[in-house]
C-alpha cells in the first residue's frame, strides 16, 4: 500500500510565507499522479484549491500555487492571512494500483500565529 | 452551480448496515465519476470508493478496507448517489463526503457524521 507523507503541522506568521509538501513511498511525485490540495476548515466539508499540480479552481486564493519540488508536490502560501488556518490535505492518483485508486496524505494542519 | 448535500449518518452499532445519500445539483448526475471519502476523528481523509456512470461503463471501485462490504450506487431519476455500508465497524467511524469528479478537480459536500459503537 502507497503511503503518502505530510508534515504534520505548520506554523506561518501573518503575511509570511509557507511551503508544505506531499511525498510518496513510492518514488517522486510527478504530474502523472495529478496532484491535488485540499483545504479544510474546522467544522467544514474539503475543498479543492490545487488540482494537476498546479491549477486553480475559481474560488482559490492567488496566494495560494501548487508545483513541483524535487520529489515531491508542493503547496505555496504567500502573504498568509488569518483565514488560511486549518487542515491540507494532499491528494495523489494512483490508477494502474490494485488497492486504492486515490491516496490521501496524513494532512498538515496549519496556524497563522 | 454545482451542490452535493450528504444525509443518513447517525449513531449504529457495530456489524450494522447503514445508507448515507448523496444528494446532487447542478450537474447531469448520469455523466459524472463521484467519489466518497471519509475522515475519522483525529486523523486524515481517506478515500473509499468512486462510481463511474454508464458513459464511463458503469463501474465502482473500492478502497481493500472496504471492498465487499461498502457499495456505491446512483439513483438516476432522483439525482442521488449512495453509500450502502454494511458490517460496520468501530473504524468505520468518521465524516463521510462526497465528491463530484472533474475536469476543474473534485468539488466536495459538507458531509455527514457516522458513528460505530460496540
Known amino acids: 500500500q502507497v503511503v503518502v507523507t505530510q508534515e504534520s503541522s505548520v506554523t506561518v506568521s501573518p503575511g509570511g510565507t509557507v511551503t508544505l509538501t506531499c511525498g510518496c513511498s513510492?518514488?517522486?511525485?510527478?504530474?502523472?499522479?495529478?496532484p491535488y490540495w485540499l483545504q479544510q476548515r474546522p467544522g467544514q466539508g474539503p475543498r479543492t484549491l490545487i488540482y494537476?499540480?498546479?491549477k486553480k479552481q475559481s474560488w482559490s486564493p492567488a496566494r495560494f500555487s501548487g508545483s513541483l519540488l524535487g520529489d515531491k508536490a508542493a503547496l505555496t502560501l504567500s502573504n498568509a492571512q488569518p483565514e488560511d488556518e486549518g487542515d491540507y490535505h494532499c491528494l495523489l492518483s494512483f490508477p494502474n494500483s490494485p488497492n486504492s485508486w486515490w491516496v490521501f496524505g496524513g494532512g498538515t494542519k496549519l496556524t497563522v500565529l | 452551480e454545482v451542490q452535493l448535500v450528504e444525509s443518513g449518518g447517525t449513531l449504529v452499532k457495530t456489524g450494522e448496515s447503514l445508507r448515507l445519500s448523496c444528494r446532487a445539483s447542478?450537474?447531469?448526475?448520469?455523466?459524472?465519476?463521484v467519489s466518497w471519502v471519509r475522515r475519522p476523528p483525529g486523523k486524515g481523509l481517506e478515500w473509499i470508493g468512486r462510481i463511474r456512470t454508464k458513459p464511463y461503463g458503469a463501474t465502482t471501485e473500492y478502497t481493500v478496507p472496504v471492498k465487499g462490504r461498502f457499495s456505491i450506487s446512483l439513483d438516476e431519476s432522483n439525482n442521488i448517489f449512495y453509500l450502502q455500508m454494511n458490517n460496520l465497524k468501530t473504524d468505520d467511524t468518521a465524516m463521510y463526503y462526497c465528491?463530484?469528479?472533474?475536469?476543474?478537480?473534485?468539488?466536495w459536500g459538507q458531509g455527514t457524521l457516522v458513528t460505530v459503537s460496540s
Open positions: 447542478g450537474f447531469t448526475v448520469n455523466d459524472a465519476w
Open positions: 465528491g463530484k469528479e472533474g475536469s476543474e478537480g473534485p468539488f
Open positions: 494537476d499540480t498546479y
Open positions: 513510492s518514488g517522486p511525485v510527478t504530474d502523472r499522479h495529478y
